[in-house]
C-alpha cells in the first residue's frame, strides 16, 4: 500500500471513529459509519496472489521464493492435493480447514490424529511483514485454475523453463477469463536447467513472441534448490530471480491498491455528500425548512431548463451563485457579503467567469455545483437552528462529513474548468 492509500486510510478510520464518539443517532449517520467501516476493511484486505500451473510446473517453489526461501515448510504441502493459503500472523501456525469450513490446527504433534483429517485446503500463517499486503495461494495440479481466480487480484502461471508453453497451457490459460491477464505474470521455473545466459535470453524472447498481450511480465526463476538472489557468503550462488518476481508482484499489487483507493475516495465523497444532505433535516426550524425548499425548488427549475435547453450554462451557473449568495445571506447574515460589501460590487457575482464549451459535460457540473451548493446550505441551516442539548454533537458530525465530501475539492476542480474553458462559448 502507497503512502496515499495509507495516510486515505487513516483519514477515514478516523472520520469514523470521532463521527461514533458523537453518539448521534441519525439514520443517516448511522448508514455513513457502516459504509466508512466496509471501506476500510476492502482497503486493507491484503491484495490476493494466485500461483496456477500444470503438474510439477514449480509453484509451491515460486510460492516459496515469493515468502522468502526455506520458509514454507515444503515438507508439509508440497505435492499436496488440497490449495495451500499462505497469510500473516503474528506467529507462525497451520490449519487444516474442513468441508465445513472448520479450522483445525494441525503444526503440533505429528502423530496427532486430527491430521488425518481430509482437508480441503490448508492455511499456513507466518510472521512475515509482506504477509500483511499479500496472501498467496498455491493451488493444486489436479483442479481446474477457473475454481481459483474468483478472488484473485494477481494470477502467476507457472510453466517449466526447459519445455514453456505447452499447447495444454495455452488451452487453460485461453479457458479463463480475459481479465486474468490484466495482472498476470508468466514465471518459467528451473531457470538453473539453462546453462547459457544465451539460452535464458532465448526462452524469455520465445515466451514474449508467444504470450503477447497475454500476461503483464515474463519472469524466469531458478524455483527449485536456488538461493535468494545474491546470496551473501555463497560463491557463485545462484541467481534464483527472486528479486525480480517479488518486484514484479510488488509493483502490480502497489496499481491494485492505489486503483482501490482511487474508487474508495469517489465512494467517500459521494457517501459523505449524501449524509450531509440528510443529516437531520428534520430538527430544522419550519421556516428555515421552507427556505431550503425554496432553493431546492428555484435550482430545479434551473436544471430543468438548461436540460431542456431554454436556458444556456452560462447563465445557469451564474444564476445559481447569484441564488445560493441570496439565500446564504438569508441563513447567516454576512457569510457571503461581509458587512461593508453591498450586493452591487460583491466580487463572487461581478468577477469575469470562462464557461465551458461542452454541453453534455457542463451539464453534468450544473447537476453537480446544485448538489454542492445545496450540502453548504444545509451546513448554514443547521448553524442558525436554535441550540439543543445535542447540537454540537451535529456541528461536529456535519464538520467531518464536509470534509469526508471535500466540497473544498469540487470547487477547486470547478473553478479549475472554467478558467481552462474557451470564455464565451455556445452552450
Known sequence: MSRASEQFLAEIRDARERLIETRLTDTALTYCIAGLSRIEEALRRPVRVVILGEYN?????????????????????????????????????????????????????????????????????????????????????????????????????????????????????????????????????????????????????????????????????????????????????????????RNAVASLAGEIADRRTHKAEKIVRRLGRLTFHHLSSARLRPEIATLLTDWESRSGLIVEQLTAGTRTVPSAIEELLQAYAGFAELLSPGVILGDSIPVTTARALTAPLHWPANGAAAQRLVKTLVSDLTALLRMLAARSTAASPRHGDYQTARGILLALADLDGSFAALERMLGSSTPDAPA
Open 57 to 245: 510446473s514449480g509453484k509451491t517453489s515460486v510460492a516459496d521464493l515469493l515468502i522468502g526461501a526455506g520458509l514454507l515448510p515444503t515438507s508439509v504441502v508440497a505435492n499436496t492435493q488440497v490449495p495451500v493459503l499462505m497469510t500473516y500472523a503474528e506467529t507462525a501456525s497451520m490449519f487444516g480447514v474442513t468441508e465445513a469450513g472448520t479450522r483445525i490446527r494441525v503444526d503440533g504433534d505429528e502423530n496427532d490424529p486430527l491430521t488425518d483429517i481430509a482437508f480441503r485446503a490448508i492455511q499456513v500463517a507466518l510472521p512475515l511483514e509482506h504477509l500483511r499486503r499479500l496472501q498467496i495461494l498455491d493451488t493444486p495440479s489436479a483442479a481446474s485454475p477457473a475454481a481459483f481466480i474468483e478472488d484473485a487480484d494477481i494470477v502467476i502461471w507457472c510453466t517449466v523453463a526447459t519445455r514453456a508453453w505447452t499447447e495444454s497451457e495455452r488451452a487453460l490459460w485461453a479457458s479463463l477469463p480475459p481479465r486474468c491477464c490484466r495482472n498476470a505474470l508468466l514465471v518459467a521455473t528451473h531457470k538453473d536447467s539453462l546453462h547459457l545466459a544465451e539460452e535464458v535470453t532465448s526462452v524469455t524472447e520465445r515466451l514474449r513472441a508467444m504470450t503477447t498481450g497475454l500476461f503483464r511480465d515474463i519472469v524466469l526463476v531458478a524455483a527449485e534448490g536456488g538461493r535468494d538472489d545474491g546470496a551473501a557468503g555463497h560463491a557463485g550462488a545462484t541467481d534464483t530471480g527472486a528479486a525480480t518476481l
